[in-house]
T-cell receptor, first 118, second 115 residues
Framework: AQKITQTQPGMFVQEKEAVTLDCTYD???????LFWYKQPSSGEMIFLIY??????QNATEGRYSLNFQKARKSANLVISASQLGDSAMYFC???????????????FGAGTRLAVHP | GAVVSQHPSRVICKSGTSVKIECRSL??????MFWYRQFPKKSLMLMAT?????????EQGVEKDKFLINHASLTLSTLTVTSAHPEDSSFYIC???????????FGSGTRLTVV
């Protein structure tokens, strides 16, 4: 069964500094996708970045990058130059069966609450 | 980009009544819809997966008769909380996926309060 683990309930970072949010996963499926979402207090889920299990390079999207270490089954999110607006809950999620064309569900980790201080 | 419209955003209902939450994909065909429940400061817990035209698949521990899911068309899925009780109060959020697109598009969520 697929499993996502986020061990940091809360993180603090100074504005303009970088922060790493940890995510480890467990799956026996060789094809899977990893996602990071941001959830501000309004509740909406904002897609940040995606990494496929067969992608050769680590994903990057603006200030977001994903440190993908396949052998260690980790997919940490790195936010560079933190901004006050980055304060939110961050969820790591995984989908198995990437190329099966099926309707595989997205399973979420427990989340990390990030607070950016001025 | 893909948009999923979820309504209502907030609803307050009396114990014993039923509440319907709608999710519509506005610019794509949602072959699959997922319904999640989220308690305060907790993660999203998958309740069920629905494919257009077929019965929903519920996760273990989710009451099928309490949480009725209908996915009658490629653009609309509904979640009906039947005979609501205060313990059903929660944040409910839907997610839609196209067949060929790897991503998931989320609705804005519904905050249900049962009094």
């Amino acid at each position: 069964a697929q499993k996502i683990t986020q061990t940091q309930p809360g993180m603090f970072v100074q504005e303009k500094e970088a922060v790493t949010l940890d995510c480890t996963y467990d799956t026996s499926d060789p094809s899977y996708g990893l996602f990071w979402y941001k959830q501000p207090s309004s509740g909406e889920m904002i897609f940040l970045i995606y990494q496929g299990s067969y992608d050769q390079q680590n994903a990057t999207e603006g200030r977001y990058s994903l440190n993908f270490q396949k052998a260690r089954k980790s997919a940490n999110l790195v936010i560079s130059a933190s901004q006050l607006g980055d304060s939110a809950m961050y969820f790591c999620a995984m989908r198995e069966g990437l190329f099966s064309g099926g309707y595989n569900k997205l399973i979420f980790g427990a989340g990390t609450r990030l607070a950016v201080h001025p | 980009g893909a948009v999923v419209s979820q309504h209502p955003s907030r609803v307050i209902c009396k114990s014993g009544t039923s509440v319907k939450i709608e999710c519509r994909s506005l610019d794509f065909q949602a072959t699959t819809m997922f319904w999640y429940r989220q308690f305060p400061k907790k993660s999203l817990m998958l309740m069920a997966t629905s494919n257009e035209g077929s019965k929903a698949t519920y996760e273990q521990g989710v009451e099928k008769d309490k949480f009725l899911i209908n996915h009658a068309s490629l653009t609309l899925s509904t979640l009906t909380v039947t005979s609501a009780h205060p313990e059903d109060s929660s944040f409910y959020i839907c997610s839609a996926r196209e067949r060929i697109f790897y991503g998931y598009t989320f609705g804005s969520g519904t905050r249900l309060t049962v009094v």
